[in-house]
């Protein structure tokens, strides 16, 4: 069964840190893995897109790697500011016969502190 | 802005009612979704199309259905509202399907049911 795992569930960093958040999948037969950032009773903002041919994208603070063999992605972020602060989704995109398989990871709920 | 356009914002419906929310898409994307967001069960795909003229069922499809006659518009329709279906909504879209392009989102439609 294709799964998306993300640890931790929460984590609570002052502001200025740099930080790890993880994602975990089963399958390595994917299209590409897509961080997402939503805040509160919002809609899901695409932060950063890794094809399953590359190791790591760039944006600014953010960083994610893939490793797609043992199935693990990380999002970093550098110097984390209040703003940061919202639940991180990753979304794996599996290759499926008939459409995207997309499973979303539960979430990492993020609060920096000012 | 090209992206996708979510409506209503937020609804309230009786039980048994019928309902259709709307998704607008300006990107001529091909691939269209349906998702909906329930605290503890994550992102779950209800329907998806492929491509205009095409649909098919996603995770959670009971008690929904979805039309493609255009590659701009992907509505789903509630044909009898029942409490379980109160939910987050959100509509999604790729360039093509099996494309390591990236995943867009609408805001969400906010629907409940009593």
């Known amino acids: 069964k294709q799964e998306v795992t993300q640890i931790p569930a929460a984590l609570s960093v002052p502001e200025g840190e740099n930080l790890v958040l993880n994602c975990s999948f089963t399958?390595?037969?994917?299209?590409?893995l897509q961080w997402f950032r939503q805040d509160p009773g919002k809609g899901l903002t695409s932060l950063l897109l890794?094809?399953?041919?590359?190791r790591e994208q760039t944006s600014g603070r953010l960083n994610a790697s893939l490793d797609k063999s043992s199935g693990r992605s990380t999002l970093y972020i550098a110097a984390s500011q209040p703003g940061d602060s919202a639940t991180y989704l990753c979304?794996?995109?599996?290759?499926?016969?008939?459409?995207?398989?997309?499973?979303f990871g539960p979430g990492t709920s993020l609060s920096v502190i000012p | 802005i090209a992206g996708i356009t979510q409506a209503p914002t937020s609804q309230i419906l009786a039980a048994g009612r019928r309902m259709t929310l709307r998704c607008t898409q300006d990107?001529?994307?091909?691939?269209m979704y349906w998702y909906r967001q329930d605290l503890g069960l994550g992102l779950r795909l209800i329907h998806y199309?492929?491509?205009?003229?095409?649909?098919g069922k996603g995770e959670v499809p009971d008690g929904y259905s979805v039309s493609r006659a255009n590659t701009d518009d992907f509505p789903l329709t509630l044909a009898s509202a029942v409490p379980s279906q109160t939910s987050v909504y959100f509509c999604?879209?790729?360039?093509?399907?099996?494309?390591?392009?990236?995943?867009?989102f609408g805001e969400g439609s906010r629907l409940t049911v009593l």
């Open positions: 999604a879209s790729r360039r093509r399907v099996g494309s390591t392009g990236e995943l867009f």
């Open positions: 399958d390595s037969a994917i299209y590409n």
């Open positions: 890794i094809q399953s041919s590359q």
């Open positions: 979304a794996v995109t599996f290759m499926k016969t008939s459409y995207d398989k997309v499973i």
């Open positions: 990107m001529r994307h091909n691939a």
């Open positions: 199309s492929n491509t205009a003229g095409t649909t």
